[in-house]
């Protein structure tokens, strides 16, 4: 996606360690209208699949996720990282290995909210080792639902999340793809 | 908003402790049409007021800020909840106590996403004891940025929060405004 892959040159910084911190308009401060445009371009990618509801993780993969829940008119469920007291026994759980903040978190989802006749699509701001996409894919599978792919926004494709999913056989669709983030440098696959 | 009074009534639940559930449209799962009319309809009473940012806290303030935002023109910022190693040391900080979670968090403001000539509109699902709504106004007066008015999903004005930012004369709506949850019954003021 063109408009995205400016936006990385314009705003993104390179730093080491393959961290690529996009705080300007991905995770931290957000811009509304390419948000709505990579939804839309999400719904696009994966017309025709008969997707039933969108999954994803706070707090980064809301925006696209909501979006692209608009685009494809169904709702939205983000898996929360601690359980509040508002929140009921009922829960499929995975832990998940965040790349950037180097530690690891449980996550839960209501049953209520996903159950075996969903058709799920994962969304997600990154895609680095795919701890977080596996971890959600794991959810999707103990609701006995079916997982119709992953859409990324920025795929580090010099690690090896991509390798892993593309080895579970899972259709996924990132919209930018970064090729190596050496010397301080983004390079585009 | 009757469309989200209509939804509260639906499939909120009111639980003892004064907590209202409203897991299945809100915070955890999303009804992405309803944020889009959330949005609009803040932007619609915040009209003429020339803002510049919506400011909202992760996680469940971030729907209906990003399609305010996408209503006004305007970028979103979330303040986060945990410093991660891509946020760098310029940061506006501000202690908020959770009324549902019973404990009080660190948030963050990168600073070179608010600044003095900033025009901000502060967005939250739910206004209680008011904490998270004075916690982010806080920012924005350490950033001598100017506070336009805060917009809320869910004020339960049975509780401080309300009296407090009217005090402060500060322009607050909220789309629902709730009298009680006494006896598990949601009753709008």
Same mark, same amino acid.
């Not at 530690?103 to 699509?121: P, W």
């Given at each position: ?104 978190? $449980? ?47 920025? $795929? ?34």
């Amino acid at each position: 996606m063109e408009k995205l892959k400016e936006m990385i040159l314009t705003h993104g910084i390179a730093l080491d360690g393959g961290i690529l911190k996009v705080d300007a308009f991905l995770n931290h401060q957000i811009s509304p209208p390419l948000m709505k445009e990579m939804g839309d371009e999400f719904a696009r990618r994966f017309q025709g699949e008969s997707i039933t509801k969108i999954l994803t993780v706070e707090s980064s993969g809301i925006a696209p996720a909501v979006m692209t829940g608009l685009a494809l008119g169904v709702d939205v469920v983000f898996a929360r990282k601690k359980k509040s007291f508002t929140m009921d026994d009922s829960l499929y759980t995975a832990r998940i290995m965040s790349f950037t903040k180097g530690e690891e978190s $449980e996550f839960y989802i209501s049953k209520k909210f996903l159950n075996a006749d969903d058709k799920v699509l994962i969304i997600d701001d990154f895609l680095a080792n795919g701890q977080a996409s596996l971890g959600l894919a794991e959810m999707v599978a103990k609701a006995s639902a079916t997982l119709v792919g992953i859409g990324i926004v920025i $795929e580090k494709s010099f690690q090896n999340g991509r390798k892993i999913l593309d080895e579970k056989g899972i259709h996924t669709e990132s919209l930018a793809r970064i090729k190596s983030l050496d010397n301080n440098t983004i390079t585009f696959l």
